[in-house]
């Protein structure tokens, strides 16, 4: 296993820890990305909202029976929000 050595000269340790958060901050950013989108207020259909989970149209009543996904009923029509998804995937996947 090779070693590396880093060597920091002329930053104090203020600037240091500045640079360390704009790291983190960066990577927390790229792993948000996907998840965020201009139109997340958009109200998907049944068949969008089931292809993204992957699941079955069957599932996805289930799920709004059980108040697992929040639904939106326009009419006899139903709905789901982008932001909505995401926040059950969210949470179902911790």
Partial sequence: MKKEI???EN???EEFKDEIIKGVLLALKDLILPFTDPDEEKLL???ETAKILSVSLVTLYDWDKKNILQSYRIGNL???KKTDIYKALIKRKF
């Fill in 6 to 8: 880093i060597q920091i």
């Fill in 11 to 13: 930053i104090s340790a």
């Fill in 45 to 47: 259909t049944r068949h």
């Fill in 78 to 80: 139903v709905r789901y």
